[in-house]
Nanobody
Framework: QVQLVESGGDLVQAGGSLRLSCVAS????????MGWYRQAPGKQREPVAT???????DYADSVKGRCTISSGNAKNTVYLQMNSLKPEDTAVYYC???????????WGQGTLVTVSS
């Protein structure tokens, strides 16, 4: 019902910046929260940042001050601006969308971010 298409993952040097994009399509009327999660090798998938339809955002402690989540005016596009990247930020980053009843989660295919030292 909802499709998420991610882009922006790349190889970047430590200290560099990267912007990830996620475009939602399909039955997005009931989507209330979108966000970014990441999964590093050998680790559990963890939330990075989320944003509600009303604009409230939340961040993991590990990225506070370095990352900003935002949405386009159409509310179907979510960005994650990442600055001062560290090697420990290396992970597959996934876009996520949740409906207003919190009964369904949709996931993108993931985009790989590799930060070299």
């Amino acid at each position: 019902q909802v499709q998420l298409v991610e882009s922006g993952g790349d190889l970047v040097q430590a200290g560099g910046s990267l912007r990830l994009s996620c475009v939602a399509s399909g039955s997005i009327f009931n989507i209330n929260v979108m966000g970014w999660y990441r999964q590093a090798p050998g680790k559990q998938r963890e939330p990075v940042a989320t944003i509600t339809k009303s604009g409230t955002s939340d961040y993991a402690d590990s990225v506070k001050g370095r990352c900003t989540i935002s949405s386009g005016n159409a509310k179907n596009t979510v960005y994650l601006q990442m600055n001062s990247l560290k090697p420990e930020d290396t992970a597959v980053y996934y876009c996520n969308a949740t409906n207003i009843w919190n009964t369904r989660d949709y996931w993108g295919q993931g985009t790989l971010v590799t930060v070299s030292s």
